[in-house]
């Protein structure tokens, strides 16, 4: 599945113009920071964080057996598997809130250099105004 999602996500940035492709990478830092605060605000809000551990599952699959005359059957194999698993975990509220703080003066400096990037990716890639026939 997520091989998938890569694939389609290359596909589309394929497509991209080389302004969209310099405005991404403009903002991708910006967007780094906000998605860090947005997970910060909610550990705050629920007041524990949350954290992903590896847990270990057997499962039943199909798996092709080959029989004692040399032909092969569907039959079903157990699998050891590995799922994350998401769990609450203690925190220290003050410390994330001094996280939040520092992220949101991080945010600051990051928009005015996003700002001028992307000022920068508008006059190095101006947009180029289509006529209808």
Do not use: H
């Amino acid at each position: 599945m997520r091989a998938l999602a890569l694939c389609a996500l290359a596909l589309l940035g394929a497509c991209a113009t080389p302004r969209e492709l310099c405005e991404a990478d403009a903002l991708r830092e910006l967007r780094v920071i906000d998605a860090l605060a947005s997970d910060t605000e909610a550990t705050l809000a629920r007041g524990y964080g949350l954290e992903r551990e590896p847990v270990s599952v057997w499962r039943m699959r199909p798996c092709p057996r080959r029989g004692k005359d040399g032909r092969i059957y569907s039959g079903f194999c157990q699998v050891r598997e590995v799922e994350m698993r998401t769990r609450p975990a203690a925190v220290d509220l003050a410390a994330e809130r001094r996280k939040l703080a520092g992220l949101k003066e991080k945010r600051t400096e990051l928009a005015r250099r996003a700002a001028r990037d992307l000022a920068i990716c508008r006059k190095t890639y101006p947009e180029v105004q289509r006529q209808n026939p």
